[in-house]
């Protein structure tokens, strides 16, 4: 598996991180479902059609999805039209 890294503007880094508990049961931070369904959308981060629409139909189906907080991130990283799109067709 092929790692890329690419950098994040400052105003962007922060928002949208969580936290859960990992495997192991300690407290970490990580980035919410809606703020990584925004950011996969980013030409930047050039993700496989094929991964975008799958954590899509995976996010729809989610009890605790929440399409005010994705189209928020989405209209920050500049996406919006690009995730209504998706929302259009899953939902």
Do not use: C
């Given at each position: 598996?092929?790692?890329?890294?690419?950098?994040?503007?400052?105003?962007?880094?922060?928002?949208?991180?969580?936290?859960?508990?990992?495997?192991?049961?300690?407290?970490?931070?990580?980035?919410?479902?809606?703020?990584?369904?925004?950011?996969?959308?980013?030409?930047?981060?050039?993700?496989?059609?094929?991964?975008?629409?799958?954590?899509?139909?995976?996010?729809?189906?989610?009890?605790?999805?929440?399409?005010?907080v994705l189209m928020d991130f989405a209209e920050k990283f500049k996406v919006a039209d690009k995730a209504n799109?998706?929302?259009?067709?899953?939902?």
């Amino acid at each position: 598996m092929d790692i890329k890294a690419h950098y994040q503007i400052k105003t962007l880094q922060d928002i949208g991180i969580t936290e859960t508990k990992s495997f192991n049961g300690n407290t970490i931070k990580v980035y919410s479902p809606e703020r990584t369904l925004a950011e996969i959308l980013r030409t930047v981060n050039m993700v496989d059609i094929e991964t975008i629409t799958n954590a899509y139909k995976t996010w729809t189906k989610s009890n605790k999805k929440d399409i005010n907080v994705l189209m928020d991130f989405a209209e920050k990283f500049k996406v919006a039209d690009k995730a209504n799109s998706y929302l259009e067709v899953l939902l």
